[in-house]
T-cell receptor
Framework: AQSVTQPDIHITVSEGASLELRCNYS??????LFWYVQSPGQGLQLLLK??????LVQGIKGFEAEFKRSQSSFNLRKPSVHWSDAAEYFC????????????FGKGTRLSVIA | DSGVTQTPKHLITATGQRVTLRCSPR?????VYWYQQSLDQGLQFLIQ???????AKGNILERFSAQQFPDLHSELNLSSLELGDSALYFC??????????????FGEGSRLTVL
């Protein structure tokens, strides 16, 4: 069965600092991998996705993530955090066939301080 | 705006009652998914419908049921409500085409409070 681990429940960074959110997954084949962001009172918005090809994927809002098969990881990065990035971030894994439910990690809450 | 519409946005009810949550998927999306988000359990998959048929089932309680109608909208019915059912319920839809890469598009959720 698929599973996702996000080891950090809460991270606080200073505005302008770099950010890395960790995600490890368990899946028996090549997965589809996703990062979603949830602002307070909002639904989940897709930041980026990996399904094949280049292991470094670019997303919206200046985010990127790198798929490392050997480490079963898909960490999210941003070189310079803005105050508006404060939100909950979820990593998710899906089957390569698509049209299947995604399994989500428990999320990492990001706080940004001045 | 993801294109997925959920109603109502907020709902307050009492234990033992029954409620219905409604979801309209993005235009053209055939699959609808229901998730429950609570503080202790995170995002839990409940059930998926594809073109009117149940396709996958997750951690859905027997007190809960869902269906997808011919116009592809879906309803999640929650009955004999308990305090622990208080949560944010999300609907999501997905594109089903040959180039499907699996992402889900989420509505803004229905927040259920059971008193």
């Amino acid at each position: 069965a698929q599973s996702v681990t996000q080891p950090d429940i809460h991270i606080t960074v200073s505005e302008g600092a770099s950010l890395e959110l960790r995600c490890n997954y368990s899946y028996g084949a090549t997965p589809y991998l996703f990062w979603y962001v949830q602002s307070p009172g909002q639904g989940l918005q897709l930041l980026l996705k990996y399904f094949s090809g280049d292991t470094l994927v670019q997303g919206i809002k200046g985010f990127e993530a790198e798929f490392k098969r050997s480490q079963s990881s898909f960490n999210l990065r941003k070189p310079s955090v803005h105050w508006s990035d404060a939100a909950e971030y979820f990593c998710a894994v899906g089957a390569h066939s698509g049209n299947t439910p995604l399994v989500f990690g428990k999320g990492t809450r990001l706080s940004v301080i001045a | 705006d993801s294109g997925v519409t959920q109603t109502p946005k907020h709902l307050i009810t009492a234990t033992g009652q029954r409620v219905t949550l409604r979801c309209s998927p993005r235009s053209g999306d055939l699959s609808v998914y229901w998730y429950q988000q609570s503080l202790d359990q995170g995002l839990q998959f409940l059930i998926q419908y594809y073109n009117g048929e149940e396709r996958a089932k997750g951690n859905i309680l027997e007190r809960f049921s869902a269906q997808q109608f011919p116009d592809l909208h879906s309803e999640l019915n929650l009955s004999s409500l308990e305090l622990g059912d208080s949560a944010l319920y999300f609907c999501a839809s997905s594109v089903v085409r040959g180039d499907n890469t699996g992402e889900l598009f989420f509505g803004e959720g229905s927040r259920l409070t059971v008193l």
